[in-house]
């Protein structure tokens, strides 16, 4: 039996023996995506990762889930090669230092990621402000927006709010370490706006980075994870 292989980007592209996939979670090259059935995702290029030689996917009959449609719901479709992450798990389970090597590897990349987050949260992560990539604001920074409006309006907002600091012109991604930290219109569940943000992202074709914390039952939360975030997620990382 083999294990599938996903890129960093989500996209299975390989399969490898149990072993390699053991080492490479053992050397941080790779996180599980899913356990039923066993996915891994690599972190790194795959020729990093030593997988140049490994059996293509496509070849094998492994009855494994199909690549997931990068086609949003609700009559939703896009030509733009935009993603958005969703990183899924309890409270010290490693969620924010995901989060954080991501967008280390993105400003690596010499790209633009605007970064929503509190100021004690900005201290700990992001010491070094220096780079001209990292684009790093708190809510307080958005204070003449409402805590009234509507999913879609704060998804506008965000976006417009990036590009008046960032433009236009580069690849880029908007990363938020969860939605607790606003203050959001009682009115609507935090999953509608993790919605309309992945929607306004997708149409402007900005990658979107994500973190959700699980419940109280941390046994039970795991298989339930709401519906919104599967359909409106292209990469699902469940961290344990």
Do not use: W
């Not at 072993?19 to 020729?47: M, Y």
């Not at 086609?71 to 733009?80: A, D, R, V, Y």
């Not at 992001?126 to 999913?151: C, G, Q, T």
């Amino acid at each position: 039996m083999r294990v599938a292989v996903k890129n960093m980007s989500g996209v299975f592209i390989h399969s490898t023996t149990p072993r390699k996939a053991r080492l490479l979670l053992k050397e941080k090259k790779a996180v599980i995506e899913s356990n039923n059935p066993f996915i891994i995702r690599l972190l790194f290029s795959k020729s990093e990762c030593g997988l140049k030689d490994s059996k293509s996917l496509n070849k094998l009959n492994s009855g494994l889930l199909s690549e997931k449609d990068t086609t949003m719901s609700e009559g939703l479709s896009f030509k733009n090669n935009s993603k958005t992450h969703l990183i899924f798990g309890a409270i010290g389970c490693g969620k924010t230092t995901m989060f954080k090597q991501l967008i280390q590897e993105k400003l690596n990349r010499d790209e633009d990621v605007f970064v929503l987050g509190n100021e004690m949260y900005g201290r700990l992560y992001f010491n070094d402000r220096s780079n001209n990539k990292l684009h790093f604001y708190s809510p307080s920074d958005m204070s003449d927006f409402s805590s009234k409006s509507a999913p879609k309006d704060l998804a506008e907002y965000i976006v417009n709010f990036y590009y008046s600091v960032a433009g236009k012109d580069n690849p880029r991604t908007i990363a938020i370490d969860g939605f607790e930290q606003f203050e959001l219109n009682p009115d609507y569940s935090t999953s509608e706006y993790f919605r309309e943000l992945a929607k306004e992202c997708r149409t402007k074709d900005i990658n979107f980075l994500y973190t959700l914390g699980v419940g109280s039952d941390k046994k039970e939360s795991y298989h339930k994870l709401p519906g919104i975030y599967e359909r409106f997620s292209d990469i699902i990382t469940v961290l344990k």
